[in-house]
């Protein structure tokens, strides 16, 4: 892939968490109550997405309770592709979206909201167990309040560019109004 269709297609997933920043609704005063209620008897928990499973139909295939709750951001994380010690995804053939520390910079995502009962099928899709992602617990920012998330973190990744297929999956002009709602 040229480094031209590398920042066109980069910048079409940047246009894409635009839209779901101006488009996807904060969480109204209701919602988050229900959420520290469902948070307090741990039925649910809060995943925070990007990538490709900003796209709702993907995520749902096998986490059938996933609801969108907030766009929110990361601080001091940067998005990055790459792949679990230079192994190409099969599924992906190309480089996956990832996140890594760098002091300044956000990263945009969704904030899911999820049942425990589909924890174990996430970290599957994730691949944890072979090691390829680590979730992780981290705060991320709305307008008007931090929230605990869980996300996931490549482990060994070595930077690779993105295929088309995978930024397709991501592009507002394929799939705008499936991740909206």
Same mark, same amino acid.
């Given at each position: 892939m040229s480094l031209f269709h590398f920042l066109t297609l980069s =910048? +079409? =997933? +940047? !246009? *894409? /968490? +635009? /839209? =779901? $920043? *101006? =488009? $996807?609704? *904060?969480? &109204?005063? @209701? &919602?988050?109550? @229900?959420? &520290?209620?469902?948070?307090?008897?741990? &039925?649910? !928990?809060l995943y925070f997405a990007y990538g490709s499973n900003l796209l709702k139909e993907r995520l749902q295939l096998k986490n059938p309770s996933a609801t969108i709750y907030c766009v929110a951001k990361l601080k001091d994380y940067k998005l990055v592709f790459g792949n679990h010690k230079g192994l190409a995804s099969q599924r992906w053939h190309g480089g996956v979206a990832t996140i890594e520390h760098c002091p300044g910079d956000d990263v945009w995502g969704v904030v899911w909201r999820m049942n425990m009962s589909d924890l174990e099928s996430l970290d599957r899709q994730e691949n944890v167990k072979m090691g390829t992602y680590s979730p992780v617990e981290m705060n991320v920012s709305t307008s008007n309040q931090d929230l605990s998330c869980r996300m996931y973190i490549m482990n060994s990744c070595i930077y690779a560019p993105p295929s088309l297929q995978y930024l397709q999956v991501q592009s507002p002009q394929q799939q705008q109004k499936h991740v909206l709602l």
């Open positions: =910048l +079409l =997933l +940047l !246009f *894409l /968490i +635009l /839209i =779901l $920043v *101006l =488009l $996807v609704p *904060l969480p &109204s005063e @209701d &919602s988050m109550m @229900d959420n &520290s209620t469902d948070h307090q008897n741990r &039925s649910t !928990f």
